[in-house]
T-cell receptor, first 116, second 115 residues
Framework: AQSVSQHNHHVILSEAASLELGCNYSYGGTVNLFWYVQYPGQHLQLLLKYFSGDPLVKGIKGFEAEFIKSKFSFNLRKPSVQWSDTAEYFCAVNAGYGGATNKLIFGTGTLLAVQP | NAGVTQTPKFRVLKTGQSMTLLCAQDMNHEYMYWYRQDPGMGLRLIHYSVGEGTTAKGEVPDGYNVSRLKKQNFLLGLESAAPSQTSVYFC??????????????FGDGTRLSIL
């Protein structure tokens, strides 16, 4: 079965530090990859997505992610975090199974706390 | 510009009670989903629907039923609530065209506690 792994469960950074959150998936075929963010008390919002083309994807709020097919990875990065980036981050994969119904498989999430 | 609206936002139930969570979207999306979010487990798909009048089971469907009588609404029912169903429930919707790369749009969630 397809799965998504986020190895960093809880990350604490100081403002201006660089961020990299890991995401690995298990599926050998074509995938579509997403990063969602959930700010405290709010719903999930799309940060960025990859479905084809340039493997380096830029999203909102200065985030980017790189799809490395050989490593089955889609790591999220930001050069300099801000206190307002404190949130939970979810990686998700759509492996296109089950008749293309856009069912997403989510990772368990990474809780990021940015200290001012 | 409502997007996906969930009602209620909070609810406390006693074991064995029943209730229905309502999800409404105004984006004319074909696909709708119900997830539950539990600490350390991310989001898990309960049921989903690819169109009016159709529903299908997701990853954790037991104890839940759903209905999609109208395109814009997707209802999640708990017939006999159990403490294990204490969770935050999120509804989402997405467009069907180019479905595999369409992002899902989420509601604000319903926090449900079963005593």
């Amino acid at each position: 079965a397809q799965s998504v792994s986020q190895h960093n469960h809880h990350v604490i950074l100081s403002e201006a530090a660089s961020l990299e959150l890991g995401c690995n998936y298990s599926y050998g075929g074509t995938v579509n990859l997403f990063w969602y963010v959930q700010y405290p008390g709010q719903h999930l919002q799309l940060l960025l997505k990859y479905f084809s083309g340039d493997p380096l994807v830029k999203g909102i709020k200065g985030f980017e992610a790189e799809f490395i097919k050989s490593k089955f990875s889609f790591n999220l990065r930001k050069p300099s975090v801000q206190w307002s980036d404190t949130a939970e981050y979810f990686c998700a994969v759509n492996a296109g199974y089950g008749g293309a119904t856009n069912k997403l498989i989510f990772g368990t999430g990474t809780l990021l706390a940015v200290q001012p | 510009n409502a997007g996906v609206t969930q009602t209620p936002k909070f609810r406390v139930l006693k074991t064995g009670q029943s209730m229905t969570l309502l999800c409404a979207q105004d984006m004319n999306h074909e696909y709708m989903y119900w997830y539950r979010q539990d600490p350390g487990m991310g989001l898990r798909l309960i049921h989903y629907s690819v169109g009016e009048g159709t529903t299908a089971k997701g990853e954790v469907p037991d104890g839940y039923n759903v209905s999609r009588l109208k395109k814009q609404n997707f209802l999640l029912g708990l017939e006999s609530a159990a403490p294990s169903q204490t969770s935050v429930y999120f509804c989402a919707s997405s467009a069907a065209k180019g479905s595999l790369n369409q992002p899902q749009h989420f509601g604000d969630g319903t926090r449900l506690s079963i005593l």
